[in-house]
């Protein structure tokens, strides 16, 4: 897997483009001379959480012939206030939407969250506290 990176100004706005030509781009904090075009590295983190263990959640439920008609992930993550300021903790809260059952939807999040998504797992074998909680709604 490579990915390329390509400054797009003279500030901080870079574009990364994968293999197959799809494209993110990320910004600086607009304190430090970000233009706020893209998001922040560390969002990005974040996003990466949420993408993949949703991807393995939504996999496992259709396995098990659970429909989702939505799903929705808060993720929020504490730094470190010290340089580097690499996350403590993150905080996950999925939000179902659907004729699901509770029992196999928190299956399918904690296998997730505790063994299938490789992005929380190497946060976690990082020292990343991850927690994480879901929530059904008719």
């Not at 100004?9 to 197959?20: M, V």
């Not at 893209?38 to 939504?58: F, K, Y």
């Not at 098990?64 to 730094?79: A, I, M, S, W, Y």
């Not at 999040?109 to 929380?120: N, Y």
Request: charged share 25%; proline share 3%.
């Amino acid at each position: 897997m490579t990915v390329e990176l390509h400054r797009r100004d003279e500030a901080f706005l870079f574009e990364t483009t994968n293999a197959e030509g799809l494209t993110v781009l990320a910004d600086a904090s607009p304190a430090i001379g970000g233009q706020g075009r893209g998001m922040r590295p560390m969002e990005l983190v974040l996003a990466s959480v949420a993408s993949c263990s949703s991807i393995d959640i939504v996999l496992l439920l259709k396995k098990q012939r659970q429909e989702v008609r939505d799903l929705r992930v808060r993720v929020t993550g504490q730094r470190a206030e010290t340089v580097p300021r690499v996350f403590t903790a993150i905080q996950v809260h999925y939000q179902f939407a659907g004729p699901q059952d509770a029992k196999k939807v928190e299956r399918a999040c904690r296998l997730s969250m505790e063994k299938l998504c490789s992005v929380s797992m190497m946060l976690q074998a990082g020292g990343v506290n991850i927690s994480w909680t879901y929530e059904l709604t008719a």
